[in-house]
């Protein structure tokens, strides 16, 4: 069965440096994946996805993940965190029977 | 305004009472589906329809029911809470069936059953 794992349940940067959010996929066919982030008493709005194609993948806020099949990773980076980045994010990956498998989920955190 | 709805946004319960959490897209989308979040967990799913009377099991199945009579609406349903099933609850759709199709969720419901 497919799982995710994402390291790190809480992950705290300062206002302006890297963000770098780790997740890893077991698949035994090629994964679809994707990342979601969840905004205090919201639901989860998607960030991004990769399905075939190009492995680098941009998504909305200026985040990208990069797909790396032969780490089965699928990290979140951001070049620059802003105080509104502040949320938990959630990779996912996409199996058999039309269900997707989320990770335990990141809490980010930005200091001023 | 594209969105799924749910409701209650929050619900206090007693065990053995049953209740009916509603959740309904007006998007017009195939697919639905109930999860669970639970701290360290992630989200797990509970239930999914891939279409009007078609309901398919998700991880986390036990002591829940679900229906689907009409494409916009799938309530989820416990017939006698447990303390155990004290979570999160999403609803979420999304227009294909296809595995690269992005989920929408709603809100959330946070459930308490004591």
């Known amino acids: 069965a497919q799982s995710v794992t994402q390291l790190g349940s809480h992950v705290s940067v300062s206002e302006g440096a890297l963000v770098l959010l780790r997740c890893n996929y077991s698949?035994?066919?090629?994964?679809?994946l994707f990342w979601y982030v969840q905004y205090p008493n919201q639901g989860l709005q998607l960030l991004l996805k990769?399905?075939?194609?190009?492995?680098l993948v941009k998504g909305i806020n200026g985040f990208e993940a990069e797909f790396k099949k032969s780490e089965t990773s699928f990290h979140l980076t951001k070049p620059s965190a802003h105080m509104s980045d502040a949320a938990e994010y959630f990779c996912?990956?996409?199996?058999?029977?039309?269900?997707?498998?989320f990770g335990g989920g990141t809490r980010l955190m930005v200091k001023p | 305004e594209a969105q799924v709805t749910q409701n209650p946004r929050y619900l206090i319960t007693v065990t053995g009472k049953k209740l009916t959490v509603t959740c309904s897209q007006n998007?017009?989308?195939?697919?639905m589906s109930w999860y669970r979040q639970d701290p360290g967990l992630g989200l797990r799913q509970i239930y999914y329809?891939?279409?009007?009377?078609?309901?398919d099991k998700g991880d986390v199945p036990e002591g829940y029911k679900v229906s689907r009579k009409e494409k916009r609406n799938f309530p989820l349903i416990l017939e006698s809470p447990s303390p155990n099933q004290t979570s999160l609850y999403f609803c979420?759709?999304?227009?294909?069936?296809?595995?690269?199709?992005?989920?929408?969720f709603g809100n959330g419901t946070r459930l308490t059953v004591t």
């Open positions: 979420a759709s999304k227009g294909s069936t296809s595995y690269n199709s992005p989920l929408h």
């Open positions: 698949s035994s066919v090629p994964p679809y």
């Open positions: 990769y399905t075939t194609g190009a492995t």
């Open positions: 996912a990956v996409h199996n058999a029977g039309n269900m997707l498998t």
């Open positions: 998007m017009n989308h195939e697919y």
């Open positions: 329809s891939m279409n009007v009377e078609v309901t």
